[in-house]
């Protein structure tokens, strides 16, 4: 299976995350992905399907925030729709 890469601006993009977030968030091992250093400038990409993982509104980052979860509830991993909604 091939994995689909980002660019920090695409990523940010499609997130509505910051830049510096999302490299924040790729030093810290949250999200899946590596930097390229080409002619001394350094480039980060992002694998989308742990950008989309990230930002899950069910699963994703959310859950770890503080604050009120008004219609936010913990789904088990296996069960992608949990049918007791």
């Known amino acids: 299976m091939t994995v689909k890469y980002l660019t920090i601006e695409e990523a940010a993009e499609s997130s509505g995350l910051h830049p510096n977030t999302l490299r924040r968030l790729l030093r810290d091992g949250k999200l899946d992905g590596y930097k ?3 002619s001394g400038y350094h480039r ?8 989309a993982r ?3 509104p069910v699963r994703g980052f959310l ?3 503080r604050g009120p979860k008004l219609y936010l509830k ?8 949990n049918s007791s909604r």
Not at 44 to 51: N, T
Not at 76 to 81: G, R, S, T
């Open 36 to 38: 390229q250093t080409r």
């Open 74 to 81: 913990k789904q088990p991993d296996d069960d992608p729709y």
């Open 54 to 56: 990230y930002t899950d």
């Open 63 to 65: 859950l770890d925030m």
């Open 44 to 51: 980060w990409y992002v694998a989308a399907d742990s950008l």
